[in-house]
């Protein structure tokens, strides 16, 4: 007889893999970002702090998912006031993110766990942010799901992700940029070309503006809005749990 996985079997198995995938690439990660984007994602998390700047006043508590190696929770922390906690499940990115910190003259909590099972309690927090983490999960309407819990009522969710271009021409580049040319070079350069052949598949199958949007809604989430960015090769969605 047959023994299939069950949901909570794929979603460990799927967490591993990514898991084991950024591991590898932790050290070159940072530099492959700023190289292969030409220092696009840079003014990206500049972006969505001007966006959350109004938020981030003096004791709000934000919590900043798959973190990585910390670039969107520190730029969180220096445009305002807000205690920033990062979360990751990759340990060698939250040990990048801990030096960069310090480096910096910061002392952020980068906190080991799961987006999935965030290890916090309901209405932890008045700002939640995931930067190009929730393709990543096992399950999008998870993370949805458990971001809702964490934040209080009137606190706001903001994604930043990849998404599909909507200039006219301009899909065709970017799909030829990122199947083509980036993985020869991330490859080249992080030794593991399967790392960044994962990347443009992963947004491939991943839901456009719209439909992100619609996912936001169907969680619970208000106000939701998007913008797109860089012709929409990525996008900045946020809503608003609910009062």
Same mark, same amino acid.
């Given at each position: 007889?047959?023994?299939?996985?069950?949901?909570?079997?794929?979603?460990?198995?799927?967490?591993?893999?990514?898991?084991?995938?950024?591991?590898?690439?932790?050290?070159?990660?940072?530099?492959?970002?700023?190289l292969?984007?030409?220092?696009?994602?840079?003014?990206?998390?500049?972006?969505?702090?001007?966006? #959350?700047?109004?938020?981030? +006043?003096r004791g709000?508590?934000?919590?900043? &998912?798959?973190?990585?190696t $910390?670039? *969107? !929770?520190?730029?969180l922390?220096?445009?305002?006031?807000?205690?920033?906690?990062?979360?990751?499940?990759?340990?060698?990115?939250?040990?990048?993110?801990?030096?960069?910190a310090?480096?910096?003259?910061?002392?952020?909590p980068?906190?080991?766990?799961?987006?999935?099972?965030?290890?916090?309690?309901?209405?932890?927090?008045?700002?939640?942010?995931?930067?190009?983490?929730?393709?990543? #999960?096992?399950?999008?309407? +998870?993370?949805?799901?458990?971001?809702?819990? &964490?934040?209080?009522?009137? $606190?706001? *969710? !903001?994604?930043?992700e990849?998404?599909?271009?909507?200039?006219p021409?301009f899909?065709?580049?970017?799909r030829?940029?990122?199947?083509?040319?980036?993985?020869?070079?991330?490859?080249?350069?992080?030794?593991?070309?399967?790392?960044?052949?994962?990347?443009?598949?992963?947004v491939?199958?991943?839901?456009?503006?719209?439909?992100?949007?619609?996912?936001m809604?169907?969680?619970?989430?208000?106000?939701?809005?998007?913008r797109?960015?860089?012709?929409?090769?990525?996008?900045?969605?946020?809503?608003?749990?609910?009062?």
């Amino acid at each position: 007889m047959e023994n299939n996985p069950t949901e909570s079997e794929r979603q460990k198995e799927h967490a591993r893999r990514v898991r084991a995938m950024f591991a590898g690439i932790a050290t070159r990660y940072d530099l492959l970002n700023h190289l292969l984007s030409g220092n696009t994602d840079r003014r990206w998390r500049q972006t969505v702090a001007a966006r #959350l700047r109004p938020l981030l +006043g003096r004791g709000t508590r934000t919590l900043d &998912v798959a973190c990585g190696t $910390g670039d *969107l !929770a520190l730029t969180l922390a220096e445009a305002g006031e807000t205690h920033v906690t990062g979360l990751d499940f990759c340990r060698p990115m939250l040990e990048l993110a801990v030096q960069k910190a310090r480096a910096r003259g910061r002392r952020l909590p980068f906190i080991e766990g799961d987006a999935l099972h965030l290890p916090f309690a309901d209405a932890a927090f008045d700002v939640v942010t995931i930067a190009f983490g929730l393709r990543n #999960l096992a399950s999008v309407e +998870g993370g949805l799901c458990e971001f809702w819990r &964490v934040l209080r009522p009137g $606190g706001t *969710l !903001a994604v930043l992700e990849f998404s599909h271009p909507r200039v006219p021409g301009f899909s065709s580049l970017f799909r030829f940029y990122s199947t083509r040319v980036l993985p020869r070079i991330g490859g080249l350069v992080s030794g593991s070309r399967g790392a960044y052949e994962y990347l443009p598949d992963s947004v491939a199958h991943f839901p456009d503006q719209e439909r992100l949007a619609e996912l936001m809604r169907a969680v619970g989430y208000e106000q939701v809005v998007y913008r797109n960015l860089t012709g929409g090769i990525a996008a900045l969605h946020t809503g608003v749990r609910a009062l």
